[in-house]
C-alpha cells in the first residue's frame, strides 16, 4: 500500500518568515495530493491540493509543488501569521473513491 | 464548501457504557463516510468507510462489534463504541466524500470521548 512521510514533525518560524513542509509518497499511482490544516481540537480542514497533472499550485500565500518523478510534494505558507499555526498534515491517493493516506502531521509554531 | 457536522463534541461516560456519535452531511449527499481515531499529537487513523443502505468496510485490527457503524441515509453516519473502556478514550472524526468531487474529504470538527 502507499506510504507517506513528511517532515518536519515540528517547525517553528518568526511572523513574516517561510514555512516549507515536504512529504514523498511510494506508490507511482497515486494523483491525488491534499493537504490538510488541523487546528487545535477541531477537524481538519482541505486548505489545497493538486493533482498529477499539474507541478505547482498556488492560492494567495499557499502554494504546493508536485515533482512526480521524485515522488515528492511540499507545501510553502509564505509571510506566516500566528493564525497560521496548526498541525499541517499531507495526503495522497489514487484519486476516484480511493481514501488518502495520510503523513504523520507537522505541528507549524508561528511566534508574533 | 460542503460541510460535515458532528455531535456531541465532546462526551464523558463511565465505562461499560456505550456512546453513539453522528456524522452529518448538511449541505450535500455523501456516498461515502469515513470514520476516523487520533490520539494526541499523532496523525489520523482511518477506522472504517461507510456507504449508505450497506455494511461498513473496517480496517485491519478495528473491532466491528466494539465499533458499529450504520450509514441510514445519504446525509447520516453513526459510530456507536459499545461496552466503552478508558483505552477507547480518543478524538472521533468523520469526513465524507461527495459524488461530484470524490477526491475530496470533507472533515467534520471531530468528536472528544473520555470514558472514566
Known amino acids: 500500500g502507499e506510504n507517506v512521510e513528511q517532515h518536519p514533525s515540528t517547525l517553528s518560524v518568526q511572523e513574516g518568515d517561510s514555512a516549507v513542509i515536504k512529504c514523498t509518497y511510494s506508490?507511482?499511482?497515486?494523483?491525488?495530493f491534499p493537504w490538510y490544516k488541523q487546528e487545535l481540537g477541531k477537524g481538519p480542514q482541505l486548505i489545497i491540493d493538486?493533482?498529477?497533472?499539474?507541478g505547482e499550485k498556488k492560492d494567495q500565500r499557499i502554494a504546493v509543488t508536485l515533482n512526480k518523478t521524485a515522488k515528492h510534494f511540499s507545501l510553502h505558507i509564505t509571510e506566516t501569521q500566528p493564525e497560521d499555526s496548526a498541525v499541517y498534515f499531507c495526503?495522497?491517493?489514487?484519486?476516484?473513491?480511493?481514501?488518502?493516506?495520510f503523513g504523520r502531521g507537522t505541528s507549524l509554531i508561528v511566534h508574533p | 464548501g460542503a460541510v460535515v457536522s458532528q455531535h456531541p463534541s465532546w462526551v464523558i461516560c463511565k465505562s461499560g457504557t456505550s456512546v453513539k456519535i453522528e456524522c452529518r452531511s448538511l449541505?450535500?449527499?455523501?456516498?461515502?463516510m469515513f470514520w476516523y481515531r487520533q490520539f494526541p499529537k499523532q496523525s489520523l487513523m482511518l477506522m472504517a468507510t461507510?456507504?449508505?443502505?450497506?455494511?461498513?468496510?473496517?480496517e485491519q485490527g478495528v473491532e466491528k462489534d466494539k465499533f458499529l457503524i450504520n450509514h441510514a441515509s445519504l446525509t447520516l453516519s453513526t459510530l456507536t463504541v459499545t461496552s466503552a473502556h478508558p483505552e477507547d478514550s480518543s478524538f472521533y472524526i468523520c469526513?465524507?466524500?461527495?459524488?461530484?468531487?470524490?477526491?475530496?474529504?470533507?472533515f467534520g470538527p471531530g468528536t472528544r470521548l473520555t470514558v472514566l
Open positions: 495526503a495522497a491517493s489514487l484519486g476516484g473513491s480511493y481514501i488518502p493516506t
Open positions: 493538486i493533482r498529477s497533472n499539474v
Open positions: 449541505d450535500f449527499q455523501a456516498t461515502t
Open positions: 506508490d507511482s499511482a497515486s494523483n491525488y
Open positions: 469526513s465524507a466524500q461527495t459524488g461530484t468531487s470524490p477526491n475530496e474529504q470533507f
Open positions: 461507510s456507504n449508505e443502505g450497506s455494511k461498513a468496510t473496517y
